[in-house]
């Protein structure tokens, strides 16, 4: 009999189960199961936001207990997957914080395609760093597409999206949208580069041929190549301030000199990497490589 992942719980079993976690010694031996299983390194995260995300996925099977829920991911390998989802807060939406995308078209791309003006290979590179499920990286491609306008086919554009979450990336790759996530996007550029099917949207094929798809752990795996432009926002919020500082120390090696970081609006640069990143737009969270690699 296959299990209701989101059976409704009684406030009982609600109070129950929340006691039990509370006094729980078996949460080490769960975050070292998940590690071994999945290769998600729990120690890198805040122990609070963990243990709160695992705690939807306890509370979602009416597991009693920690230990109860780790012989329930033993029997359902299916429930690995919930669970990363669950860890991994995937909430997006095409141009959120439209007043930050609005700075991205109308001075960081039109800057990248001046910086590039005289050179013989005219390539703009861009890393969206915990991607969700695409809407982010499908937004910059409009951007890139509209302000190149005629001059696009001028131009290699690669744009990169990664994101831990597999399930969230084959969404990604599939392109097709509920209206609620396009709430920012205008009637014009629904015309042109999305495609209405029933109650959905499909991004057209021009888009998703500028972007590739693909998993990693931004934190344990680099990613290769020099960027233009990397947008990783509201992601590193969750982490340990040594690994915030850690990551933004690779964005900063991943950059090409005169390349642009955006982080969110709720994060911050921190030790070293504050001391090689200028600000140029504080309330956007936007900032410019000017120094040499460190």
């Not at 095409?94 to 609005?102: A, H, I, S, V, Y």
């Not at 344990?220 to 301030?241: A, P, W």
């Amino acid at each position: 009999m296959k299990l209701n992942k989101y059976r409704v719980q009684t406030d009982e079993e609600k109070i129950k189960i929340g006691k039990n976690l509370e006094e729980d010694i078996g949460f080490e031996l769960l975050k070292r199961a998940i590690k071994e299983s999945t290769g998600f390194n729990c120690e890198q995260y805040k122990e609070a936001h963990f243990r709160r995300r695992v705690n939807v996925r306890v509370r979602a099977t009416s597991s009693e207990n920690y230990g109860e829920y780790l012989r329930l991911l033993k029997k359902d390998s299916e429930e690995y997957e919930y669970l990363i989802k669950a860890l991994t807060i995937n909430v997006s939406e095409f141009f959120r914080n439209p007043e930050t995308f609005e700075v991205i078209e109308k001075e960081v791309i039109p800057f990248l395609i001046k910086s590039r003006s005289d050179s013989l290979i005219k390539s703009i590179r861009i890393w969206s760093a915990g991607c969700a499920t695409g809407e982010e990286a499908y937004s910059l491609a409009i951007l890139l597409h509209k302000v190149l306008n005629r001059d696009y086919n001028k131009y290699r554009i690669s744009i990169i999206g990664t994101d831990i979450d597999t399930l969230s990336l084959e969404k990604a790759q599939k392109g097709v949208y509920l209206e609620n996530v396009l709430k920012n996007v205008d009637a014009s550029t629904k015309e042109n580069y999305f495609v209405k099917l029933n109650e959905t949207y499909q991004v057209s094929d021009q888009l998703k041929s500028m972007i590739r798809f693909k998993r990693q752990d931004m934190i344990s795996e680099s990613c290769t190549g020099r960027f233009d432009l990397i947008i990783c926002r509201n992601v590193m919020i969750y982490f340990k301030k040594e690994v915030q500082e850690q990551l933004q120390l690779n964005f900063h090696k991943a950059l090409n000199r005169g390349g642009f970081l955006v982080i969110g609006k709720a994060e911050t640069l921190l030790g070293a990497a504050s001391n090689h990143f200028k600000t140029y737009n504080s309330r956007e969270r936007l900032y410019i490589k000017e120094t040499k690699d460190i």
